[in-house]
């Protein structure tokens, strides 16, 4: 029985080894087996889903397991190889029942990958048919589950206006965190971050008698006003003013939609800006924070609209929802503003923090050069990659100002791979400007130490700024 089961996890092992890659470098190395060439029929040989990639990754996998399960690693590679082998005999014959790259036929997807090792592994440890056949029956079992997994969650787009490339890895996290949303499951398959959160760091606070504290410094959310100059802004934008609400987890405290409202309400502002992250938890569901987000818009004048940027909080099936109460969201686009007969841009990109989803090029393909434009992104962490397509102003948030600061340090954690330098307030790179928002909101715990929560309302100055 042990001997199956050692059998079982190398071979489901390198059977997995192909999709992790996929997972870790999405498109990086993989290139396809077959060169693009097609067979002798006119169809494809294997097709672009088979690679180099995931052939050197399903051997090394059965190098490493094979040692460490203890049939030696040449046994353990041999037996990777032969998988392999098996599952390109499998795409070769798809292709010749027309069947496209990527589709999953059952039973024919785990036969060939499984047989063939299966034959060697099972002779050198002298496996009866008795434990062969059921061992080999789940393995299939097993690899069509990983296969239905991967092409039903992983390779699929869970909606119709589906706006990324599709990738494991930004998939495997849509999924935790929005496609599970009302599933018992989400608690689960999260449940890291509500252990740290939720039971470990509130209940240290509150050993430490300083939460309440926390909150009260969190619902104390302040409105900064500041001007930004620009020689080369269009004269008919001078003092256009952007209303920059980031952060907002409205769900995560009450009393700050109430704060918030009481913030923007006086206010007339020509745009206003959401950077991201509406709701406070990063899974689960998050028809609360809309309904919330839906009564703030009420009481937002701007003349030129409403507009936002996704953040790593946020969940896809939130946009078409709020895009029809009057937010337009920027993912990976650029809009004009006009002004009589001169114009500015808006240039946004989706999360480049968790999801890793922002194009930069796509953004900003509509924007002619030299033209001036705003750009809007949920993390300050593509300053450099922003700065070469040449906006003037590059505002965020993400850092909460690291939500707890100390003295004489600052930021204890900013939750982003950026320098210092950007995780609050104003700064600039290679002639371009930015400002980091600390947010409305509170994130994981819903506390501030050290810093304040701010709602931003920005004047754009054409000039120096010289007095």
């Not at 029985?1 to 080894?17: C, D, E, P, R, Y």
Request: aromatic content about 14%; proline content about 6%; glycine content about 10%.
């Amino acid at each position: 029985m042990w001997t199956s089961l050692k059998i079982l996890i190398l071979l489901w092992g390198v059977n997995f080894a192909p999709p992790l890659l996929a997972y870790l470098f999405n498109e990086k190395g993989a290139a396809p087996l077959d060169g693009g060439r097609n067979f002798v029929d006119g169809r494809p040989l294997l097709g672009p889903h088979k690679t180099w990639r995931g052939l050197a990754g399903g051997v090394a996998m059965g190098a490493f397991l094979g040692w460490l399960l203890g049939f030696s690693w040449r046994t353990g590679a041999l037996s990777g190889f032969l998988s392999m082998l098996g599952d390109l005999l499998s795409s070769f014959v798809k292709r010749r029942m027309d069947r496209p790259s990527g589709s999953v036929v059952p039973v024919l997807d785990q036969f060939f990958e499984g047989f063939f090792p299966f034959v060697l592994l099972a002779w050198h440890a002298s496996l009866g048919d008795w434990f062969f056949v059921p061992s080999f029956f789940l393995f299939v079992l097993g690899a069509y589950w990983g296969s239905w997994f991967l092409k039903n969650v992983l390779l699929r787009k869970p909606l119709e206006s589906y706006s990324r490339p599709l990738r494991p890895r930004s998939r495997m996290r849509e999924w935790r965190a929005c496609q599970v949303a009302y599933h018992p499951l989400q608690i689960l398959v999260n449940l890291e971050r509500f252990v740290y959160y939720h039971v470990l760091m509130k209940s240290v606070f509150r050993v430490l008698g300083v939460y309440e504290r926390g909150v009260r410094r969190a619902l104390d959310v302040r409105r900064r006003e500041l001007e930004f100059y620009f020689q080369d802004l269009p004269p008919s934008f001078d003092g256009y003013t952007v209303l920059f609400l980031s952060d907002l987890h409205l769900d995560g405290l009450e009393g700050l939609p109430q704060r918030l409202q009481d913030l923007v309400s006086p206010l007339h502002v020509d745009l206003c800006l959401f950077g991201g992250d509406f709701r406070m938890e990063v899974s689960g569901p998050f028809s609360r924070v809309l309904v919330r987000l839906v009564r703030l818009v009420r009481h937002i004048r701007s003349r030129d609209g409403l507009y936002a940027v996704l953040g790593n909080h946020d969940c896809l099936e939130m946009v078409e929802i709020l895009q029809r109460k009057g937010i337009n969201f920027l993912i990976n686009e650029a809009v004009a503003i006009v002004r009589g007969n001169e114009r500015i841009w808006l240039v946004g990109v989706d999360d480049p923090h968790y999801y890793e989803a922002h194009d930069l090029e796509r953004a900003f393909d509509p924007v002619p050069r030299g033209e001036f434009s705003l750009f809007a992104a949920h993390s300050p962490e593509i300053y450099k990659e922003a700065a070469a397509y040449g906006p003037r102003l590059y505002l965020c948030g993400h850092t909460h100002a690291g939500q707890i600061q100390l003295p004489l340090i600052g930021p204890v954690f900013t939750h982003t791979h950026s320098p210092r330098f950007l995780v609050q307030g104003a700064w600039s790179y290679k002639g371009m400007q930015g400002y980091t928002s600390a947010g409305v909101g509170a994130s994981g715990v819903p506390v501030r130490f050290g810093c304040q929560g701010e709602v931003v309302v920005i004047t754009l100055r054409r000039g120096t700024g010289d007095s």
